[in-house]
């Protein structure tokens, strides 16, 4: 009796130990997953317009596994009706789908449906404060049909998945780009950078920038960098000095060019890519001008760089049928390409 | 609304009372017999439509007018829709008509909104809509909204399964869908009202009106629908599934159709045919998108005008047309007008060569004018077309159509569409006969005014889609004491080249229409209608349709590898059955449908799984002398199904309809 209860607490004591060794060297080299979806690329499929089939895929960090409709496949139901980005804030992340007027959240290391925003309207880009507190554009402000009011920019509560406030802007508001407790909002229908207060969430000021300012990203230099441009003008590149009483440089393209895409910068912050006039281009933050030649000539739907690697990931493909991802050498050279969802708009490194 | 018609039925009986002149009756009697004569001879034993159960009161004699087409269709497949369903239920869209009744398979964007058919798993813009002979699908978009069809109330609708270019021009590429109004100057008098009421907001009101004296024929239809479509629904696209009551789906559609014959001289007749039709719908959003208080409004007036005589040893017709089609779209974020004039006109000439020989040529002309906000201004296009149709019995038992057609249209040409097809009687025994058929068919489409003229992208270059299409079968028919049945089983093959696809344009942020794709696809078609006549007072009825299909087109798998995959939104196997029993005054109908999995986008990503839809309607006739009454009593959706035909629309669960429909009819 008593040596049967003395190998029974041998035996926890061994089990015990060993498990407390095993964890305590997951812990030590953070070889323990939160979830198989922790680390990778994402790409944010738009769908066909005013049906629900945007979707996210999902590409490992080896680049050799690929789920082609991860939300679909943890979720089994569809993401929404045109997912317009997706925005990591801790283990948590967050998709625009801005045709459903909603924000999912997921847990980002497993994809699962954790949540939603609703009472949104045209939600396309976030950015979070915090892990409570995020801001989020609202595309509104179509001059059809005689509307008078304003853009939106919406304040969330992460904590309760609510909006709080709702600033005005200008029209069509796109990009937005936080710095230094300030955040800076793209008004794509006019020609202004709204900036907002984040302590007190009121419009401090704006900054003209010139026609249609789309997307904003920070340089290493705390420079904020804007596309902007019309689809019947040229447009530019504007640098914003935030130091220096919000001073902007322009870096016009040449005449006979339109079309902005969309605006990224690698990992060192050094190196501005872009979408225009249906290829892809690089420019130095040090440049003295704008790029005139292409680093790749092709149209992209959505463009993105990991910081890591640098390599270049580019969005094409139908509007109602698969489209692909095609990777690029920051030099322009292709390296593979791989059939995602309808539209890739986006891609986010994680 | 209902004043024009009232005014119709005024006039009616303000005729009525007229005094006929006997001897005129009696020619155009003898006339009437005649033509019939003629064309029983000429017909087709096997296209001839399977007498149907009569309503009580008998309704107008058989037509002429819409044999047109089946004449020169020897070894094709037309079948006619039970025009039962719309002398009981005037109003029924084409939409509502075809998903009870045909194998086919429609693609409705929810109840009483878009709606869609294609035949033979090609798409919807490769349907041909043909009202009394002219195409009436929207020349922008280059497709019919089934939704927007309610045919009024004497419509013959048939369905032309497979390609017939030479027949019925443009766009008949899958098949076609024949609207025939026929022309009867037998004397009768008839006025009808209907009322019903329904789940979810549906009200239906219908008065219609013919008048008959052996010269003048007149007929009246005025229909409105109204539905508010605010039914419950599982929205499985949101997180946690809520249920939520159906948002902006309401509609109202009323439709106002008039037609005029009348007899010249014996041999000789003046037709006016108006039919117009407004429907305002909101447009039902999918599930998980955003209601954007999208609504469209859609306004499309036809009219014509038709002179047929006999002439230089022949049957002379000359047809002119005129259609105004409004189509306004709005939501939050978009304002789209587009509105468009045609104007069309036909001349044919058919003659018997020999007893057993029979020609027509005819040429058409078309004008469209289109004001378009996408277009960036006006926009006219003009199509020409040139046909030939032979018909020839060299034996009793065997029946060869042989028809071309070419057509020319500005900028470009469509090739030579011919078509040859025969039957071929080879068994007659106890009551059965049994035909062999085999048809073979050139097919070419059009590309839309959109495809040509849209801003940016629209490709005034683009080449017209051309198809084949082979096609063999069976036909049994049974004829013995009380039962008679038909039956049909066909296999096809077809092929559809520059095949027509939007996509996005390698220069900019926008898409262009390409000739991209080439589809093929095969499959087997079994049509099974049959009829049980007990004695006076008991019958039953009962049809099967199946439809088997594969249609493919070659698409990059993940590998970037050319893989087949069968077209969205093409089940491959579609069941449409029904059955009604008749005692005495009553009668009791179903109809049932199985539709497979279909898929939802063309990589096959996604698909919808299958699904099984069930209606019933229970009625009773009171008669009283001239007078008849008539209650009903539907069930929609018995089996209470989630289903959608579109990915994410969402369809009414189980309801219920009650209708009464009073009517008066004479006959001499």
Redesign the interface.
């Known amino acids: 009796m008593k040596v049967n209860t003395l190998k029974k607490y041998f035996l926890y004591l061994i089990l015990g130990t060993s498990s407390m060794l095993a964890s305590s060297c997951d812990s030590e080299n953070d070889l323990e997953p939160k979830g198989a979806y922790e680390h990778g690329v994402f790409i944010l499929n738009e769908g066909q317009f005013s049906t629900p089939t945007a979707e996210v895929s999902y590409l490992s960090p080896d680049a050799k596994t690929l789920v082609p409709d991860l939300f679909n496949k943890v979720n089994n139901r569809p993401l929404g009706d045109a997912a317009q980005s997706i925005t990591f804030v801790g283990d948590k992340a967050y998709i625009a789908v801005n045709a459903s007027e909603k924000i999912e959240v997921v847990n980002a290391n497993t994809f699962a449906s954790i949540g939603v925003i609703n009472g949104l309207k045209i939600p396309r880009y976030m950015a979070a404060l915090n892990s409570s507190k995020a801001y989020v554009t609202e595309y509104v402000g179509y001059a059809f049909s005689g509307y008078t009011g304003t853009g939106r920019v919406a304040v969330l509560d992460l904590n309760t998945n609510t909006v709080t406030k709702t600033i005005n802007v200008g029209l069509l508001p796109e990009g937005l780009l936080l710095s230094n407790n300030k955040l800076y909002v793209a008004n794509g229908s006019g020609n202004t950078i709204s900036v907002i207060n984040t302590s007190t969430d009121v419009v401090e000021s704006t900054i003209n920038v010139g026609e249609s300012p789309k997307h904003l990203v920070l340089d290493a230099n705390n420079k904020i960098w804007v596309l902007r441009g019309g689809y019947g003008t040229p447009g530019a590149l504007v640098k914003i000095d935030p130091a220096n009483n919000n001073a902007t440089t322009s870096y016009t393209f040449p005449l006979g060019t339109s079309g902005p895409g969309y605006l990224t910068i690698n990992g060192a912050k050094n190196t501005l890519y872009f979408t225009y006039n249906s290829a892809v281009y690089a420019m130095p933050v040090t440049a003295t001008s704008a790029p005139t030649t292409a680093l790749i000539h092709r149209t992209a739907y959505g463009l993105g760089i990991d910081p890591q690697t640098n390599i270049l990931y580019l969005g094409v493909g139908g509007y109602t049928s698969n489209g692909w991802a095609v990777r690029y050498q920051p030099t322009g050279a292709v390296i593979d390409s791989f059939q995602v969802r309808i539209l890739p708009n986006g891609f986010s490194f994680r | 609304m209902v004043a024009p018609t009232w005014a119709g039925v005024f006039v009616y009986l303000f005729l009525c009372s007229l005094p006929r002149l006997a001897t005129l009756r009696n020619m155009v009697r003898r006339l009437f017999l005649f033509a019939l004569a003629t064309v029983a001879t000429e017909l087709l034993a096997l296209r001839e439509s399977h007498a149907q159960l009569k309503d009580t009161v008998q309704l107008a004699p058989v037509t002429v007018s819409a044999q047109r087409y089946t004449r020169y269709a020897a070894g094709s497949r037309v079948q006619t829709v039970d025009s039962l369903l719309l002398q009981r239920r005037p109003g029924l869209t084409l939409a509502d008509m075809l998903q009870q009744r045909s194998p086919l398979y429609l693609r409705s964007y929810g109840n009483g909104m878009t709606a869609t058919v294609a035949f033979r798993g090609t798409s919807s813009s490769h349907t041909a809509v043909l009202w009394n002979g002219f195409n009436i699908a929207l020349p922008t978009l280059g497709m019919s909204d089934f939704a927007l069809l309610p045919p009024s109330i004497n419509t013959q609708v048939s369905l032309q399964h497979g390609p017939s270019g030479a027949l019925h021009g443009s766009g008949a590429v899958g098949g076609a869908v024949l609207l025939d109004n026929p022309v009867s100057f037998a004397p009768q008098q008839q006025i009808q009202v209907q009322q019903e009421l329904g789940s979810f907001g549906h009200q239906r009101t219908a008065a219609s009106g013919s008048f008959a004296n052996g010269r003048l024929a007149l007929t009246s239809t005025f229909t409105r629908t109204a539905d508010d479509n605010d039914f419950r629904f599982e929205n499985?696209?949101?997180?946690?599934?809520p249920w939520e009551t159906q948002q902006n789906a309401a509609f109202d559609q009323t439709s106002l159709a008039q037609e005029v014959h009348y007899k010249l001289a014996p041999a000789q007749r003046l037709t006016v045919r108006g039919w117009y039709v407004k429907t305002h719908r909101q447009i039902q959003?999918?599930?998980?998108?955003?209601n954007?208080h999208a609504q469209q409004d859609d306004e499309n007036l036809r009219l014509m005008g038709e002179w047929q005589g006999q002439l230089a040893g022949g049957t002379t017709t000359v047809r002119a047309a005129y259609f105004n089609d409004i189509l306004n779209y709005?939501d939050?974020?978009?304002?789209s007008l587009s509105k468009v004039n045609t104007s069309q006109s036909q001349v044919e000439h058919e003659r018997t060569l020999l007893p057993n020989l029979l020609l027509q040529l005819g040429g058409e002309g078309q004008l469209f004018k289109a004001d378009v906000g996408g277009y960036g201004g006006k926009v006219s296009e003009q199509r020409f077309s040139a046909y030939g149709w032979l018909r020839y019995d060299p034996l009793p038992m065997l029946q060869v159509s042989l028809n071309v057609r070419q057509a020319w249209v500005q900028g470009f040409n469509p090739p030579l569409t011919p078509t040859v097809g025969a039957n071929l009687q080879v068994l007659e025994q106890g009551g059965n006969t049994l035909a062999v058929k085999a048809n073979v068919s050139r097919s070419y489409r059009v590309p839309t005014l959109n495809d040509r003229f849209w801003r940016p992208g629209g490709n005034p270059s683009l080449k017209p889609e051309s198809g084949w299409g082979y096609e063999g079968g069976l036909v049994h028919q049974h004829k013995q004491g009380s039962l008679t049945g038909t039956t049909e089983l066909t296999g096809y093959a077809l092929q559809v080249k520059d095949w027509i696809q939007?996509?996005?344009s390698?220069?900019?942020?926008y898409?262009e229409p390409v000739n991209l794709q080439r589809v093929k696809g095969n499959g087997a078609e079994l049509d099974s209608r049959w009829q049980y006549r007990l004695d006076e007072h008991r019958s039953l009825s009962a049809g099967l349709a199946y439809a088997y299909t594969i249609s493919e087109q070659k698409?990059?798998?993940?590998r970037?590898q050319l893989q087949n995959r069968q077209l969205f939104y093409v089940p491959k196997h579609k069941v449409a059955t029904w059955a009604e029993v008749r005692y005495r005054t009553w009668w009791l109908s179903s109809d049932a449908t199985f539709t497979g999995r279909r898929f939802t986008?063309?990589?096959n990503?996604?698909w919808l799984p299958a699904y099984a839809l069930v209606n019933a309607s229970l009625g009773k006739t009171f008669a009283w002398r001239s007078f008849e009454a008539q209650l009903m009593a539907q069930v929609q959706n018995l089996s209470n199904t989630v289903y959608q035909t579109m990915?994410?629309r969402a369809m009414p669960p189980r309801n219920f309809r009650v209708s009464l429909a009073l009517r008066w009819a004479t006959q001499p």
Request: no cysteine.
């Open positions: 499985t696209t949101a997180f946690g599934s959003p999918s599930m998980g998108s955003a954007t709005q939050d974020g978009v304002l939007w996509q996005p390698p220069t900019g942020g898409s698409l990059p798998d993940e970037a986008d063309n990589d990503n996604n990915a994410y």
